[in-house]
């Protein structure tokens, strides 16, 4: 995605004083036609360019840590002398330029040509990837940045190539994104870099002893090393009538296709649970100008994940945008016009929405022995039980460094920063697994992002006001805060992220997030 860019600020290639480059922050200019941001650090300038290759998020409002420049709005980060993409969800580079400095004056100079990386020597012969989703692409980027130079395959179960999940529930589905920006690369990303990938082909057997797999074309890949990223897949109703064709859950791009194409002759849509996805779907389509309810069994939508002050407040934004709620209740059955719910009541319907959550994808590592509980089992290097195979992504479970808890966490951004984890392990890297994780829903015009992850808490602590959409709120254990949800507040999210990583209680402190 790509937004008209308005330059603003000093023109760095006509110089600008060294002393006025303050230290460690980004100071926002430009260098031609081109928006572009200087970092002082120590007696060292980066000039590189301003806008995240995400979204197109403002980098001068994001964060400078430890030679990186972090997006305020999906936690994208990039290498300040490189401009390489350290983290999800940025797949490219920003540009780096180079920079003079003399007689106290700072010039940006020419744009700096992109280096590609050596061809690494020593590397497994052939690595196979199994899953084209988040993790599985992040990982295919990974190698081929990395260097690695060996035969390289990526197998999809889904017909497409891979794409922007987040965005199939959000504008993509409220038909304010057209279908080009989807795919995360065009096909011929994956030919250049000489990676072979496989769609609409599922993996039907793991021959671990013999490092092969089977697929359901009955061909077979050989590997040396192998990655699982098979994700998850959404639950089902199991009701009468949930089979009918206008009731669909969404994980796919054909899922939100359908989803689109049913929206057009409908008028009313009966969402079935508030979960993210579900209350996505349901603000996307009243955008679509659908009449939307909602049924869930639960008193208030996200309370599970977020508590019931920021549950209420979700639900009260969808009420303002016309979204009617059904909760306590759950549908008993469906038909071509209607959902019967568990209090007798009978809501009209021709598109029915189903977001009751989603199932990691084990079946193909528990028939080839890999240890799988909640998940597939992995170590701090994102290995399963079976040496030489790594899982990563919605079906891997791993202990989190901060609390010693193993996780399983169904965010796109982890499971990217898994996938590339997961790449260089793959490469004999020996650094841990210990990305905080990360996630952001977007509800209409409000935007919720959310660092650390707690399962459970004993106090919520909200800082700020929920109603004027400016809020931190922090949930915490035993003393210890465990995660950070806001809104309105992207710098703020970004520094309990920074604070997450080191382990720093005084930074959160000084974030008033732990008392």
């Not at 980098?59 to 990039?78: I, K, N, Q, S, Y």
């Not at 050596?118 to 940045?145: C, F, M, T, W, Y």
């Not at 250049?192 to 009955?218: F, P, Q, Y």
Request: net charge negative; hydrophobic share 45%.
């Amino acid at each position: 995605m790509s937004t008209e860019q308005t330059l603003s600020g000093p023109d760095f290639s006509a110089g600008i004083a060294f002393d006025a480059l303050p230290e460690g922050s980004p100071l926002l200019g430009h260098a031609g036609d081109e928006a572009v941001l200087l970092v002082r650090l120590g007696d060292r300038v980066s000039a590189v360019g301003a806008t995240c290759t995400h979204y197109s998020g403002p980098l001068a409002e994001g964060l400078v840590v430890d030679g990186t420049v972090r997006c305020p709005w999906h936690h994208a980060c990039f290498d300040l002398k490189t401009g390489a993409a350290l983290r999800a969800p940025a797949l490219n580079a920003i540009p780096v330029y180079d920079v003079a400095i003399e007689a106290g004056l700072v010039r940006v100079l020419g744009k700096r040509a992109e280096q590609p990386a050596p061809k690494r020597a020593g590397d497994p012969a052939s690595l196979v990837i199994v899953g084209a989703g988040a993790a599985g692409n992040a990982a295919a980027e990974a190698l081929r940045g990395a260097g690695y130079a060996g035969s390289l395959t990526m197998i999809g179960a889904e017909d497409s190539v891979p794409v922007d999940r987040p965005n199939l529930s959000k504008d993509y589905l409220a038909g304010k994104a057209p279908e080009e920006w989807i795919p995360l690369r065009g096909a011929d990303f994956y030919a250049e870099k000489d990676i072979v990938l496989r769609t609409g082909t599922r993996v039907t057997a793991i021959d671990v002893a013999g490092r092969a797999v089977a697929l359901s074309d009955g061909s077979a890949v050989p590997f040396e090393r192998l990655l699982l990223a098979t994700g998850a897949e959404p639950v089902r109703l199991a009701v009468p009538g949930a089979d009918l064709p206008h009731v669909h859950t969404l994980r796919t791009l054909a899922d939100s296709r359908a989803l689109i194409a049913r929206a057009a002759g409908a008028k009313r849509a009966v969402v079935v649970g508030a979960s993210f996805i579900g209350l996505e779907v349901a603000a996307a389509l009243r955008e679509r100008g659908l009449e939307v309810h909602v049924v869930a069994p639960g008193g208030r939508p996200l309370e599970k994940v977020l508590g019931p002050e920021v549950g209420d407040f979700v639900k009260a934004l969808h009420e303002e945008h016309g979204v009617v709620f059904h909760l306590g209740r759950i549908p008993q059955s469906i038909s071509a016009e209607s959902v019967k719910l568990s209090d007798g009541s009978v809501l009209e319907a021709g598109l029915v929405a189903v977001g009751i959550g989603v199932r990691p994808v084990t079946g193909l590592a528990e028939t080839s022995g890999l240890t799988v509980d909640k998940g597939v089992l992995v170590d701090e290097r994102l290995e399963t039980s079976a040496p030489g195979i790594y899982a990563a992504g919605d079906v891997a479970r791993w202990k989190d460094a901060r609390t010693g808890e193993r996780l399983r966490v169904e965010h796109w951004v982890v499971a990217e920063r898994m996938g590339r984890a997961a790449a260089l392990a793959m490469l004999g890297e020996r650094t841990p697994f210990d990305a905080v994780p990360f996630f952001w829903s977007a509800h209409y015009d409000v935007t919720i992002s959310y660092v650390g992850h707690a399962e459970a808490w004993d106090r919520i602590d909200l800082h700020g006001s929920l109603a004027a959409r400016d809020a931190t709120v922090a949930y915490r254990r035993e003393g210890k805060t465990l995660a950070v949800a806001t809104i309105g507040r992207d710098r703020t999210s970004l520094e309990a992220e920074a604070a997450f990583e080191r382990n720093d209680v005084a930074a959160l402190a000084e974030l008033g997030l732990t008392r």
